[in-house]
């Protein structure tokens, strides 16, 4: 059973900086891709970046330039470094996986981040 668990989320002021991490429990996996995405109450869930196997990532246009996500080749994790952040980047951060063995669609439990101004 494939778990993510992620850390890091906190409160932090307008101007500064969160790193979120997601580690994988529970076997031996080969991911496809992992991400995070955020969601706020009564809004659906959006990416807000991805990396693949091969390195690739996207981002969604707000975070562009701020935001960095990285993979520890070998560890199943995924961290998203968070710079010059602002109150619209307030939301529950969500890790995603997409793994080929065992193959599915696993999610964590979120994160909160709050960012005031």
């Known amino acids: 059973q494939v778990r993510l668990v992620e850390s890091g989320g906190g409160r932090v002021q307008s101007g500064g900086s969160l790193t979120l991490s997601c580690a994988a429990s529970?076997?031996?996996?080969?991911?496809?891709?992992m991400a995070w995405y955020r969601q706020n109450p009564g809004k659906r869930r959006e990416l807000v970046a991805k990396?693949?196997?091969?390195?690739?990532?996207n981002y969604a246009d707000a975070v562009k330039g701020r935001f960095t996500i990285s993979a520890i080749t070998g560890e199943n994790s995924v961290s998203l470094q968070m710079n010059n952040m602002g109150p619209d980047d307030t939301a529950l951060y969500f890790c995603y996986a997409d793994s080929v063995s065992p193959r599915g669609i696993y999610w964590g439990r979120g994160t909160q981040v709050t960012v005031s101004s």
């Open positions: 990396i693949t196997s091969v390195g690739t990532r």
């Open positions: 529970g076997g031996i996996f080969n991911f496809n891709a």
